[in-house]
């Protein structure tokens, strides 16, 4: 969740942090409401997009006549196609100097990066390398004293002002933590002629996991800077993003609708919209999806993707039922269904008999119906053709030698932590059916009950001095989860399996660092888990699209997992086993990680490698083959190929970041040899050319 400067500033107010009064005005107020200190005035448009100050959006009021026609001019602004909702208003402040101050979360560096600069302001990025002291911070314990001094020392303050810098530094360190910060920026902070600091502006990003934990964060939420579709999308839970097409697009799970929103871009059908349902599409959720879509009047056609694996097809079809009432759809509907219950769904939908909608088995019936529907004149949106295509081959004869192993099998004994709640004691029961051995379970206060037929202990090193465990299945609520996590690493678990999704990134960047040092191997979090047709799943994983053959499936997301399943599952092609990494910004095993197992593993010939935007997952993949001389050809999809920049796409590591961009990234994969597929309908072609 991204601050504008009004609420960053409230924010670092409430937490000790000296900034400069102000007050807030929106263009309602801007006649009646006035600041109660004495010109000059600075009026700062309130937007989430950079470059303010270059559009005209900050200006200098001297004279109190002068206010509401300055306001107007700001309020009028378009700044990078936003919209100004509201302007705070500051007095000029007396500055001596401008520095940069910051604690940013960095995905790359696994860690928190501390940041200062001699010189702040707008160009911060273009006063050279010199200008600022980057150092990393290992959560919880913060800045170390001769970090301090460091920053101290690097911007060349007098030595009177340590005291109050040292305390500066601690009040904004305090706020990351306190208020689940990925992002505290005070550029520039000043000291005044008085000698005192004070954050002149300010700009704060929350993880929106610590604000799903902390309903009281929702105070910071300020909805006027997206709109009302979102904002109601919100409220419901649903992940939704306005796009430019006419097609309303409605899929279960980040990686399928990214995938699926390439799909129609590409086809010349673009997506009007990225709406994810997630596992949750029960009749309400349904129909404030379905209200969303018929209410956008830009939405020509609505395309339901669905892939069953938690969620049943079936349920979502009853929902369905229920929004429409017994009516016509309101916009025709096109409804491709299949996974989980998928027989019984179509035919609940095609015994609705109505007008509009439209019925399909298979994505090729999908497309061609939505073809059918496409209005005439309307104005098509370009999107470049898709990146993809066969790598040139590389030599694999550099020497390199793995004695790293996969080693989970039929016989792998399984503990399951947080067994008797509900998702806990639902999955065992499915895991069990699959000829899971699943030997314990542990629930803090619950040791001594049975579950399933499971002994249930109080602890991890309870449950171990009862049996042998070599795999844990971690299903607890997220605010206990990464303790969960620790825990199984402090007992030195060969594998542990985080389902839970929602824990805050300080909290598994914190866990990661903890138990850096033992043996165990963590899958997760935000996983669907691990399966190996025929074998074992450690997971919740459906098992029907899965079949025993000689593809590994490596994934961030779980409905695309399932997808690329079922597909070569149909093309007459196998799987060796199916891991999804986690779709979150932090996670523990990587795709790397893996492929140094599967290096050693007989029954994998051949690696399929589900990728998504965001992050540098696939690109530090694509090095290590290209490095290590791996021997077994890599097939690769990458989903969200049309996804606009900055925008969050579903579960937290789906956001493309400016930095090498999508083309960037495919074409390290491509330069280490790997085949990349344009869509998903080209795996199975290019995983059958690969094996051959």
């Known amino acids: 969740m991204l601050l504008n400067e009004h609420q960053s500033k409230l924010l670092f107010e409430e937490a000790g942090i000296p900034v400069p009064q102000g007050i807030a005005i929106t263009p309602a107020e801007v006649e009646q409401k006035r600041p109660r200190f004495p010109t000059p005035w600075f009026l700062k448009a309130q937007v989430l997009a950079g470059g303010r100050g270059k559009a005209g959006g900050i200006l200098r009021v001297d004279d109190e006549k002068d206010f509401t026609e300055t306001a107007g001019r700001i309020f009028d602004l378009s700044i990078k196609g936003d919209h100004v909702p509201l302007i705070r208003v500051e007095p000029a402040a007396e500055i001596d100097r401008e520095f940069y101050l910051s604690f940013a979360v960095s995905r790359e560096r696994r860690c928190l990066l501390f940041t200062v600069g001699r010189q702040g302001g707008v160009e911060i990025e273009q006063l050279g390398d010199d200008n600022l002291l980057v150092q990393e911070i290992q959560l919880p314990g913060g800045p170390r004293p001769n970090q301090m001094r460091a920053a101290f020392f690097h911007l060349g303050l007098d030595r009177e002002f340590f005291k109050e810098f040292s305390r500066l530094l601690h009040m904004l360190y305090r706020a990351v933590l306190d208020y689940g910060l990925l992002l505290a920026e005070i550029n520039p902070l000043v ?76 086809s010349s059908l673009p997506a009007s919209n990225f709406l994810d349902l997630g596992g949750g599409a029960d009749q309400k959720r349904m129909e404030i ?110 020497g390199y030698v793995s004695e790293c192993f996969f080693d989970i099998d039929a016989d792998t004994p399984v503990l399951v932590q947080g067994i008797t709640g509900r998702e806990g004691q639902l999955h065992t029961r499915l895991m069990q059916e699959y000829g899971v051995n699943v030997v314990a379970g542990v629930t803090p206060f619950k040791g001594g009950q ?37 825990e199984a690493g402090f007992n030195h678990v060969p594998w542990a399996v985080c389902i839970t999704e929602g824990i805050t990134q300080h909290q598994m960047m914190e866990a990661f660092d903890a138990i850096r040092e033992t043996p165990t191997r963590v899958i997760g979090p935000n996983t669907p888990g691990i399966i190996v047709p025929g074998q074992i799943k450690i997971g919740i994983m459906p098992v029907k699209p899965f079949t025993p053959g000689p593809v590994a499936i490596l994934s961030r997301s ?135």
């Open 289 to 398: 999806a379905m209200d969303l879509l018929f209410g956008d009047e830009a939405v020509e056609a609505i395309f339901i993707n669905l892939f069953g694996g938690i969620l049943s097809c079936e349920k979502v079809a009853l929902a369905l039922k229920g929004a429409l009432g017994g009516k016509p759809p309101q916009k025709p509907v096109v409804a491709r269904m299949s996974g989980k219950d998928s027989e019984s769904a179509l035919e609940i939908l095609r015994s609705l008999d109505t007008e509009g909608l439209h019925i399909a088995t298979n994505m090729a019936e999908a497309m061609q119906a939505l073809r059918s529907l496409k209005p005439s004149g309307k104005k098509s949106v370009e999107y470049p053709e898709p990146i993809g295509g066969e790598g040139h081959a590389l030599t694999n004869d550099n």
């Open 558 to 692: 779980g409905t695309l997992t399932y997808e690329a399943a079922q597909r070569l599952t149909d093309a007459g092609m196998g799987q060796s086993l199916g891991i999804g990494i986690g779709g979150d910004p932090f996670i523990g095993t990587d795709f790397a990680d893996i492929f140094e197992m599967l290096r050693n593993h007989e029954p994998t010939k051949a690696v399929l490698v589900l990728g998504e935007i965001g992050g540098q997952a696939e690109e530090e993949l694509a090095r290590y083959v290209r490095d290590t001389g791996f021997d077994k050809p890599v097939i690769s999809f990458i989903a969200g190929q049309t996804a606009p920049p900055g925008k969050r796409l579903g579960h937290a590591g789906a956001i493309l970041d400016q930095k090498g961009g999508i083309s960037g990234k495919i074409q390290t994969m491509l330069d280490a040899g790997f085949y990349v597929c344009r869509s998903l309908r080209e795996i199975p072609e290019m995983t059958r050319k690969a094996l051959s």
């Open 191 to 266: 000291t005044t002629h008085g000698g005192d600091f004070v954050a002149l502006d300010g700009k704060i990003k929350m993880d929106d996991n610590f604000v799903d934990l902390h309903s009281e964060m929702e105070k910071y939420y300020q909805p006027e800077h997206v709109s009302e579709e979102e904002n109601r999308a919100r409220e419901a839970g649903l992940s939704f993003v306005k796009l430019p097409g006419w097609v309303g697009l409605m899929v279960n799970g980040a990686g399928l609708a990214m995938a699926t929103m390439d799909l129609l871009n590409f």
């Open 450 to 486: 049975e579950v399933l037929g499971v002994p249930v202990y109080n602890s991890v090193a309870e449950a171990l001095r009862h049996h042998e465990v070599r795999a844990s299945i971690i299903f607890v609520p997220p605010a206990m989860a990464a303790d969960a996590v620790m």
